[in-house]
């Protein structure tokens, strides 16, 4: 069935330091979305992405969706406490959702 | 505000004994899901409903069922939970569009956490 994985697992980083997770999927996506997950919290939807090759940018987040369409970026600029959190990307198929693994972000001030 | 409520915040049940999260939302969005997320691990969909047809993942197990007695309101019965049940069960809502060719933003409510003894 359709995978949705997430690299890197874990990322610790300086405050201040960027920080970059991957997605990849293992069938085309409609589009795609990101969620940032706080602890104890639940998903808080970020971005949507529909088009190849689409960037978008949310302050010092921006969002790539690939060209073909099975791969999408999220970069964070000069990270800040308040980033720490699970970020998963989301990506829609025919007629569902499908998580990525996540990755887990600790920024150290 | 509109919003997805999720009651209760967290349950505790005994082994075997049957337990019902419901879901509710002021969105009137005409799709809702429900999720159960473990600890450290994606939310992994169960099920959801499209208006009022039903979609069930093929691996979600038949110990899990759930009702949509109209569009603001979902339940998610577990029939007999076992350890293993034991999570973050997550609802959502989505408005969503037949043939749009994708699909909307999801809104999650805070989740309920189960706890099985």
């Known amino acids: 069935g359709q995978q949705v994985m997430q690299i890197p697992q874990y990322q610790h980083v300086q405050e201040g330091e960027d920080f970059t997770t991957y997605c990849n999927s293992s069938?085309?996506?409609?589009?795609i979305q990101w969620y940032k997950q706080r602890p104890g919290g639940h998903p808080v939807f970020l971005i949507q992405?529909?088009?190849?090759?689409e960037v978008k940018k949310q302050k010092r987040l921006t969002f790539q969706f690939g060209e073909a369409k099975k791969n999408s970026s999220l970069h964070i600029t000069a990270t800040q406490t308040t980033d720490v959190g699970t970020y998963f990307c989301?990506?829609?198929?025919?007629?569902?959702?499908?998580f990525g693994t996540g990755t887990r972000l600790k920024v150290l001030a | 505000d509109a919003m997805v409520i999720q009651n209760p915040r967290y349950q505790v049940t005994q082994f075997g004994k049957p337990v019902t999260l419901s879901c509710s939302q002021t969105?009137?969005?005409?799709?809702m899901y429900w999720y159960q997320q473990k600890s450290s691990q994606a939310p992994k969909l169960l099920f959801h409903?499209?208006?009022?047809?039903?979609?069930n993942e093929a691996d979600t197990p038949d110990n899990f069922q759930s009702r949509r007695p109209n569009t603001s309101f979902c339940f998610l019965d577990i029939r007999s939970p076992g350890l293993g049940d034991a999570a973050m069960y997550l609802c959502?809502?989505?408005?969503?569009?037949?043939?749009?060719?994708?699909?909307?933003?999801?809104?999650f409510g805070p989740g309920t956490r189960l706890l099985v003894l």
């Open positions: 989301a990506g829609t198929g025919t007629y569902k959702y499908i």
């Open positions: 409903y499209y208006d009022k047809d039903f979609n």
């Open positions: 959502a809502t989505s408005r969503e569009i037949r043939d749009r060719g994708f699909w909307e933003t999801q809104y």
């Open positions: 969105l009137n969005h005409n799709v």
């Open positions: 069938t085309t996506l409609s589009n």
């Open positions: 992405l529909v088009k190849s090759g």
